[in-house]
């Protein structure tokens, strides 16, 4: 009993760190970002999204180096499944509205859908080899090639007027890259000692470390996009709080686990493809017909939040 005390503050100290310090480096990020220019979208899908991701990305190099890759994909997935449920839906309460100018269905919307569904494919059979990693982070690198692209030709007069400003910042300081890189630093540590945790609280509870990977740690990993989001939301750009959730699923479905299936062979655990996976898919549909219409409402947005206690009432067998 007293082991798993110890164990569970652990992780949860661990979680801690992991959201302070991808918070330290998200708005490091932001701020080399907006100072070249780079519209409030554009940094959600690319900068914020990678940034945010990070406690995801670097949990699962660790789980697959210490011989629990179940971890990995269940965490992608729950990870998914919370930005658009809990972080969207929250993020759209918050804000009563989230109105979205960027037309992102030309080429956001479907390669989110087009991600999801070459990650189903990948691991149906229940592993994910290095040659589908490849294939995977060829993918991502398509996405971001295509989004910068894409925005050096966007002729939107508010993404104008928007870059306009930025271009007028101050002069960046050496703090802000010295800040980045040392959160980075502490996002490694509290990720191995969040896996420790994890593994350890899984045996002595005997449940599934898939199990509190898809649930707990898919939370806590979560909580920067949350930030991240209902700090966009707050200050009135809905599109950095939508855009660093799109981005922030595409980078977890591609980037994340194909970085750690270059590692070695992914597990994936039946329970989570019977579950975890249509939940996900279902959630990404959902994400795609709420912005189709380029607004999120507070309605939508507590419609979002049953959905994700739905999943975790489900997953717990509570209900």
């Not at 949860?12 to 070249?36: Q, R, V």
């Not at 007027?161 to 980075?184: H, M, N, P, Q, R």
């Not at 005997?206 to 930030?227: D, F, R, Y």
């Amino acid at each position: 009993m007293i082991s798993l005390i110890i164990w569970i503050i652990v992780f949860l100290i661990s979680i801690l760190i992991l959201i302070k310090a991808a918070d330290f480096f998200t708005d490091s990020a932001e701020k080399i970002g907006i100072h070249f220019g780079i519209p409030a979208f554009i940094v959600g899908v690319t900068i914020v999204s990678i940034g945010t991701s990070l406690p995801e990305l670097i949990t699962s190099v660790i789980a697959v180096t210490q011989g629990v890759s179940e971890i990995v994909v269940a965490n992608v997935l729950g990870s998914n499944i919370t930005n658009i449920f809990l972080v969207l839906g929250i993020s759209a309460i918050v804000a009563k509205r989230l109105k979205l100018t960027y037309e992102i269905i030309k080429i956001d919307l479907p390669l989110l859908i087009g991600s999801a569904l070459f990650l189903t494919i990948c691991i149906w059979d229940g592993a994910f080899t290095f040659i589908e990693a490849i294939l995977c982070i060829l993918g991502f690198i398509t996405y971001i090639f295509y989004t910068i692209n894409v925005e050096k030709r966007h002729k939107d007069k508010e993404i104008k007027k928007e870059l306009a400003g930025a271009l007028k910042k101050k002069k960046l300081k050496v703090k802000t890259w010295v800040i980045l890189i040392l959160s980075i630093g502490f996002i490694y540590f509290a990720s191995k000692y969040t896996i420790d945790a994890v593994i350890n609280i899984s045996r002595i509870l005997n449940i599934g470390t898939e199990i509190i990977a898809v649930s707990a740690v898919a939370l806590g990993t979560s909580l920067p996009e949350l930030i991240v989001s209902l700090t966009a939301a707050f200050k009135g750009k809905p599109e950095m709080a939508i855009g660093n959730i799109l981005g922030s699923n595409i980078f977890n479905g591609l980037a994340v686990v194909g970085i750690a299936g270059l590692f070695g062979t992914l597990i994936i655990p039946a329970s989570i493809i019977s579950f975890a996976l249509p939940m996900m898919l279902i959630a990404i549909f959902l994400f795609v017909f709420m912005t189709l219409g380029k607004e999120v409402s507070r309605w939508e947005g507590w419609f979002l939040i049953l959905f994700y206690i739905l999943f975790i009432g489900k997953l717990f067998g509570l209900f």
